[in-house]
């Protein structure tokens, strides 16, 4: 291998390393041939033996045609990298624009929230949760999960607007207990 690798860019003649180290030498090439730690080309009447460093830089300046191949995969290479860049940046737009949306969907969700708790407000004030899911989540399309966790993260937020009593048949869980019932204060 050190003779190989040293002989560079222009190979070393097969005939030449078999001068150097005998019969073996035959068996050890295609050995370090079949691992792919060197190429064996034939070069006019002459096999010529490379590194895979060697032959590549080889091919590069004697081969117009592999030239072109490199210069055009490198071409690719390029376009890859640009189109990944652009793809990073619509994915950090998607991302804001997201939280946009979410936060705009909070709002419109508090709103929708408090139109429903006023609508089905009783002369004591409490509303059973199921009551105002059901208006809520036909007029927003939310899942009954979905509802929950918004109007767990609505109260929490806003602990000064609604009070929340336990029982009923579903609701939000505070402190481990199953909340079903809420007014507005």
């Known amino acids: 291998m050190e003779k190989i690798s040293a ?19 035959e ?28 032959y590549v830089q080889h091919v ?5 045609k592999f030239k072109l191949m490199l210069n055009m995969l490198a071409g690719v290479n390029q ?21 946009r949306d979410d936060a705009h969907k909070n709002d419109d969700f508090e709103g929708v929230f ?8 009783t002369s004591i004030g409490w509303i059973p949760f199921n009551k105002i899911r059901e208006k809520v989540c036909e007029n927003q399309n939310l899942s009954k999960e979905k509802f929950y966790q918004m109007t767990t ?15 009923g048949q579903e609701g939000i869980v505070m402190r481990g207990l199953v909340h079903g019932y809420v007014r507005k204060i």
């Open 7 to 25: 002989s560079g860019i222009s190979g070393v003649k097969k005939a030449d390393l078999k001068k150097i180290f005998g019969k073996d030498c």
């Open 27 to 54: 068996s050890m090439l295609e050995e370090l041939k079949a691992d792919e730690k060197i190429f064996i080309e034939k070069k006019g009447v002459a096999y010529f033996v490379w590194t895979k460093e060697n």
């Open 60 to 64: 590069t300046q004697n081969d117009p």
């Open 79 to 99: 376009s890859i990298a640009k189109v990944k860049a652009h793809a990073d940046v619509l994915q950090e737009e998607l991302e804001r624009s997201s939280l």
């Open 114 to 121: 408090n139109s429903s708790l006023n609508e089905s407000s």
């Open 153 to 167: 993260s609505l109260i929490e937020n806003h602990q000064d607007r609604y009070e929340v009593s336990s029982g």
